[in-house]
């Protein structure tokens, strides 16, 4: 079943991030939390489109179904982003605003109409397990809710990236992290939330 993501976009109350940048040329050590939220369209099976405060592209690495009716997903898997924390939210990767890549591991769960198949609504978990570039030592969690609306299906998000928040990437991480990297992205079912 494929399911459409329609990007959403917030007239009134625009999402917003909790951030001050370091002065140019300066470095921190210290954990830094970005609070993000935003939208995600679907571009092809496996690749969503981030708009909002994570600007880029999540690509869906892997889907586990754990369990699977006709009115039921629950599912695990990997994801990747690539792309910035759009600081200033002015839908461009700015020079000083984080940007790399982002991995995550996800818990979905996804109800259907049993007699349609239609979605219901679905919900995921996504902890971050590493990242590249601005992002090494980065964890944090973001959740994802979809829901129906005029026959597409609406994507938001919500959540904090911690950048800094572990010292150094262990290396068996930046060994995985680099075999995703360059995986082919598997065919997965429609939605990764």
Known sequence: ????????????????????????????????TLHVEGTQTQVSESLYRS??????????LTLEPLYQSDSLLIATGSERFVGCVDVDLDRACGEGEPSGELRFDYVQWTTFDPSTGALVEGNCVHPITGGRDSFVGARGLVTMHDVPVDGEVRTTYQGAVVLNAVPEEPPALQAQAAQAFAADVASIPAGHC
């Open 1 to 32: 079943m494929n399911t459409r993501r329609s990007v959403w976009l917030a007239a009134a109350g625009a999402p917003v991030l909790l951030w001050t940048a370091p002065p140019a040329g300066a470095t921190t050590d210290e954990p830094t």
């Open 51 to 60: 708009e909002g405060g994570l600007l880029g592209d999540f690509w869906v």
